[in-house]
């Protein structure tokens, strides 16, 4: 699968829409972008996914580059239960899955 | 329950005691994956069952770490002669199918700490 590269760390302004990237130069074209995301003592959680085409469903949106290079979370109007660390995810399409995580970025909500 | 649940949530193990970490997968569920996930670090793979069959158990970190799924539903992973480095929390999720785009769903986990 892919490499994928997120910042460690971003902040957001409660109400305020939280954008969060993450580049996977080395896609190919039957690997798919996956995002999840673990809140404090909790499991991770999936998010969205997908292929090229931007995706939205009632967490999250998903925008990915032409290019697929290169991808954002997006988290329209960010609360404080959003404070997470988020994971973007490739892999490749169908097949035997299992999730691999990298360290992610940790989100902060604040007020 | 609806969801994967784990037990026990919190466990404390004097370093050489033998440990077992119980996973109760979503019923139905033919995958099932255990991770560590060491304080301030993403989930590290150990282990892969699909129904029964243990299919990759590359993971685990050494021939100390044991997990078995029997009867194709509940999975323990057991800790042989705990070392203070097994101390983080341990992940179990679960997913209808093998293959496809099916979500994992994640228990809570179990925390471990070996004194």
């Known amino acids: 699968d892919a490499k994928t590269t997120q910042p460690p760390s971003m902040d957001c302004a409660e109400g305020r829409a939280a954008n969060l990237p993450c580049n996977h130069s080395t896609i190919s074209g039957n690997e798919y972008v996956y995002w999840y995301r673990q809140i404090h003592s909790q499991g991770p959680q999936y998010i969205i996914h997908g292929l090229k085409n931007n995706e939205t469903n009632e967490m999250a949106s998903l925008i990915i580059t032409e290019d697929r290079k290169s991808s954002t979370l997006i988290l329209p109007h960010a609360t404080l239960r959003d404070t997470a660390v988020y994971y973007c995810i490739v892999r490749i399409s169908g097949g035997s899955y299992i999730p691999t995580f990298g360290r992610g970025t940790s989100l902060i909500v604040h007020p | 329950g609806a969801g994967v649940s784990q037990s026990p949530r919190y466990k404390v193990a004097k370093r050489g005691q033998d440990v077992a970490l119980r996973c109760d997968p979503i019923?139905?569920?033919?995958?099932l994956f255990w991770y560590q996930q060491a304080l301030g670090q993403g989930p590290e793979f150990l282990t892969y069952f699909q129904n029964e069959a243990q299919l990759d158990k590359s993971g685990l970190p050494s021939d100390r770490f044991f997990a078995e799924r029997p009867e194709g539903s509940v999975s323990t992973l057991k800790i042989q002669r705990t070392q203070q480095e097994d101390s983080a929390v341990y992940l179990c999720?679960?997913?209808?199918?093998?293959?496809?785009?099916?979500?994992?769903?994640f228990g809570q986990g179990t925390r471990l700490t070996v004194v």
């Open positions: 999720a679960s997913r209808p199918q093998w293959t496809g785009h099916t979500e994992a769903f």
């Open positions: 019923s139905g569920h033919v995958s």
